[in-house]
């Protein structure tokens, strides 16, 4: 597969094909993700953290009113009355069950209503000199890159909820062979490199523009840490000794009783889960999920290293030493193909440790793109030239010290919100999202 360039262009009949897809490829998880349950599953409050699923479903629909009918479209508001009752910034999750939110069957009928106008939309709609919305149809691939991570937030409510199984999917492939063979980490040299893309199509505004970062010279894990290598932590009771736990963190260990990662519990001698309603062995070769970033931090201390900053992360995932410069993914340039990683919940779990050898960095690296997000050890800040666009509470409002930046993408991650530039964040209590974390040292004293 050729990347976006090769395949695309310029040619205006190509760029809609692929919005249409991927706006396509979209409602196909969306409806899966909403019709696997029972209406009355839709409406409930599974988690004070999470919106019911019948809000996701709608704000879905909203949004794309929102930036494609009436942003792109020009067109009259269909449902102005539903502005506020979906606007994230009005209402907090645990509040949004005791909306008047609309029923199950009428959210699906505005959601196809919606979606049937925006084709249409879209068949009409410039694909250059319209405007920064319409450039390369971007404002198409944000609405889709929009409903995939909402398809991500319903795919958490998932493993929230109790009572029958409700979603399956194949497991991924074992380990290659490789796998317990390679190195522990990996030397990342010194020296500069180019962060965030001014090119990339539909690149969000956290994301803009390219910069040039210089990065003294760190080792970096080759693979993510394992639940087996965090079951030693443990053990140990790095639940149990304050030094290793940043101040807010240890409070957390002691007001919540923290003791394992979330939806761990032992049972005898062994250590089980809940996964999507499945309780099961917890799989030592698997990475670390349902970890918060303060759990991770703490595992780092405790094993003598420290999390990678994200300019780290990134530099690791996207140079080339070989021509200095800085790919669009791990492997390269090409879009993510199943051989390059574990993404678009093809599986509900993630993959062993040491998958995915065709995906890995120049460095070999492996698992940057895929399986768990991974916690950084920096905030959420803007890049340099930061401009919001095309609304500030994407990203703007969200950048401080309060929030810790994620890269990389899960296995509920879709291609389409998946590159190496992609920043994720979140505040560094959370542990229901499908997050774990590799680990770093310097390679010289600082």
């Known amino acids: 597969m050729t990347g976006w360039a090769e395949e695309y262009g310029t040619d205006?009949?190509?760029?809609?094909?692929?919005a249409a897809?991927?706006?396509?490829?979209?409602?196909?998880?969306?409806?899966?993700?909403?019709?696997?349950?029972?209406?009355?599953?839709?409406?409930?409050?599974?988690?004070?953290?999470?919106?019911?699923?019948?809000?996701?479903?709608?704000?879905?629909?909203?949004?794309?009113?929102?930036?494609?009918?009436?942003a792109v479209g020009g067109r009259a508001a269909l449902r102005p009355e539903?502005?506020?009752?979906?606007?994230?910034?009005?209402?907090?999750?645990?509040?949004?069950?005791?909306?008047?939110?609309?029923?199950?069957?009428?959210?699906?009928?505005?959601v196809a209503d919606v979606r049937g106008r925006v084709l249409d939309v879209l068949e009409s709609a410039p694909v250059e000199g319209g405007g920064p919305l319409l450039a390369a149809s971007f404002a198409f691939g944000m609405v889709a890159q929009h409903e995939q991570q909402h398809d991500e937030t319903m795919l958490i409510t998932h493993q929230l909820r109790t009572g029958p199984v409700a979603l399956t999917a194949p497991d991924p492939p074992p380990a290659p062979p490789d796998a317990a063979a390679l190195p522990r980490e990996v030397l990342v040299e010194g020296g500069p490199f180019t962060m965030g893309t001014s090119t990339e199509p539909w690149a969000l505004d956290n994301e803009r523009p390219a910069h040039v970062r210089d990065v003294p010279a760190f080792f970096l894990d080759t693979l993510p840490v394992s639940n087996r290598a965090y079951r030693h932590f443990v053990e140990d009771g790095g639940y149990d000794e304050p030094r290793w736990w940043h101040p807010a963190g240890w409070e957390q260990v002691r007001r919540h009783g923290l003791t394992a990662p979330l939806f761990w519990r032992r049972e005898g001698t062994q250590w089980v889960r809940r996964?999507?309603?499945?309780?099961?062995?917890?799989?030592?070769?698997?990475?670390?999920?349902?970890?918060?970033?303060?759990?991770?931090?703490?595992?780092?201390?405790?094993?003598?290293?420290?999390?990678?900053?994200?300019?780290?992360?990134?530099?690791?995932?996207?140079?080339?030493?070989?021509?200095?410069?800085?790919?669009?993914?791990?492997?390269?340039?090409?879009?993510?193909?199943?051989?390059?990683?574990?993404?678009?919940?093809?599986?509900?779990?993630?993959?062993?440790?040491?998958?995915?050898?065709?995906g890995a960095s120049p460095l070999g690296v492996r698992q940057l793109a895929g399986d768990v997000w991974e916690w950084t050890a920096s905030d959420f800040l803007p890049y340099p030239g930061f401009r919001a666009f095309p609304y500030r509470e994407y990203s703007e409002v969200f950048f401080g010290t309060s929030y810790k930046v994620l890269r990389g993408g899960s296995f509920g991650v879709d291609p389409v919100a998946c590159r190496g530039t992609f920043r994720n964040w979140d505040l560094p209590v959370r542990r229901q999202i499908f997050a774990g974390f590799r680990t770093a040292r310097d390679a010289e004293p600082r």
């Open 21 to 70: 897809e991927a706006l396509l490829a979209a409602r196909e998880r969306t409806a899966a993700l909403t019709g696997c349950v029972p209406d009355a599953e839709l409406t409930a409050q599974h988690s004070p953290l999470m919106s019911p699923l019948v809000w996701d479903l709608a704000h879905i629909g909203n949004q794309e009113e929102l930036w494609l009918w009436r």
């Open 12 to 18: 205006p009949g190509a760029l809609r094909r692929r």
């Open 275 to 358: 996964r999507f309603g499945v309780v099961e062995p917890v799989p030592p070769d698997e990475p670390v999920l349902h970890v918060s970033w303060y759990e991770a931090a703490a595992y780092a201390a405790w094993a003598g290293r420290r999390l990678p900053t994200e300019a780290e992360w990134e530099k690791a995932a996207r140079h080339d030493p070989a021509s200095g410069r800085s790919r669009r993914h791990p492997w390269g340039d090409e879009d993510p193909a199943p051989h390059h990683a574990n993404l678009g919940q093809r599986h509900l779990r993630p993959a062993p440790v040491g998958s995915y050898p065709r």
């Open 82 to 110: 539903l502005d506020t009752l979906y606007d994230a910034f009005e209402h907090p999750r645990a509040a949004r069950r005791a909306l008047p939110l609309l029923p199950p069957e009428q959210a699906r009928g505005y």
